[in-house]
């Protein structure tokens, strides 16, 4: 049985800090790689981070990098993204996804499994 487990969102003010966590279970993370995406109102689902869990080997939308980074917690199998200096414009439902993938992949159709999502709202 997969499962993507999402958590950490929740209202924050600009400037502010939250830190996501996706739990994994049912699969070998060996193979996989696991991927952040956002959806905001009246917009397409937006490519956030991924990181190759065996490697380790993170990678973060330019748009967000220097605020927004991916790691892994072996002993959990989560996957874990902190995001600082959030604006208004990061209020979404942030999503993990998990990719058969040896690369790592930003395209939501290379995706396998999804969690629910968890809500982050960024405002004053």
């Known amino acids: 049985q997969v499962q993507l487990v999402e958590s950490g969102g929740g209202l924050v003010q600009p400037g502010g800090s939250l830190r996501l966590s996706c739990a994994t279970s049912?699969?070998?993370?060996?193979?996989?790689?696991i991927g952040w995406f956002r959806q905001a109102p009246g917009k397409e689902r937006e490519f956030v981070a991924y990181i190759i869990w065996r490697a380790g080997s993170p990678y973060v939308a330019d748009s967000m990098k220097g605020r927004f980074t991916i790691s892994r917690d072996f002993a959990k199998n989560t996957v874990v993204l902190q995001m600082n200096s959030l604006k208004p414009e990061d209020t979404a439902i942030y999503y993990c996804?998990?990719?058969?993938?040896?690369?790592?992949?930003?395209?939501?159709?290379?995706?396998?499994?999804w969690g629910q999502g968890t809500q982050v709202t960024v405002s004053s």
């Open positions: 049912g699969f070998t993370l060996d193979h996989y790689a």
């Open positions: 996804a998990a990719a058969i993938t040896g690369a790592g992949s930003a395209r939501v159709r290379d995706y396998d499994y």
